[in-house]
């Protein structure tokens, strides 16, 4: 069995958590209303995970994460996922997800026809609001049909969702939450 690492670190919208193993990324966690939340769900999220000073690897992909957080179109897609358990479904899901440059959108149902599978939006929504990758697999950027915001099962919601696009330049999205 691997062992799994993590470290806080700040950004625009506050301080967030990176978790990585032998293989990569395990996961992103975005902010919480206090860093020790943030700490205590990661930790609650990531059983076994042990604080540690990131390896360069990591440290490349906070300094990525903070710069996208911060408005520089970085896509984030060089760095490496531990999809270990992860269902094959939701893997096309991220994959495909990961292609989406900051400052655009896709719908679930577009998603959903990229992928070969015309009628199953709702589960690609399903497969992003379980994404362990938040930000590195951009499902903020996942939209309802005809520009609603959708869901977002990241602390803070649909709130912090919007505040990501807004980063990113996106605009004219609806502000009520819509079905898939």
């Not at 860093?35 to 609650?44: D, I, K």
């Not at 760095?79 to 997800?97: H, I, K, N, T």
């Not at 990229?114 to 951009?138: D, E, H, K, M, Y």
């Not at 609603?148 to 009520?176: C, D, H, N, W, Y």
Request: hydrophobic share 40%.
């Amino acid at each position: 069995m691997s062992t799994h690492h993590y470290s806080l670190f700040h950004t625009a919208i506050g301080e967030c958590g990176i978790v990585w193993g032998d293989r990569g990324l395990i996961g992103v966690h975005l902010p919480e209303s206090k860093p020790a939340r943030t700490r205590t769900s990661l930790e609650r999220r990531f059983s076994g995970a042990t604080p540690a000073a990131p390896p360069p690897d990591v440290e490349l992909a906070i300094d990525g994460i903070v710069a996208l957080l911060a408005g520089a179109k970085r896509d984030l897609r060089e760095l490496v996922l531990d999809m270990d358990g992860v269902p094959a479904f939701s893997r096309r899901v991220y994959e495909l997800a990961r292609t989406i440059p900051p400052g655009s959108t896709m719908t679930y149902g577009d998603i959903a026809v990229r992928l070969g599978s015309p009628g199953t939006a709702r589960a690609v929504g399903q497969a992003l609001g379980q994404n362990p990758f938040p930000i590195v697999v951009p499902c903020h950027r996942v939209l309802a049909a005809a520009g609603g915001m959708g869901g977002f099962s990241a602390p803070g919601g649909v709130k912090t969702k919007r505040r990501m696009l807004e980063i990113e330049g996106v605009s004219g999205v609806r502000a009520e939450p819509t079905l898939f």
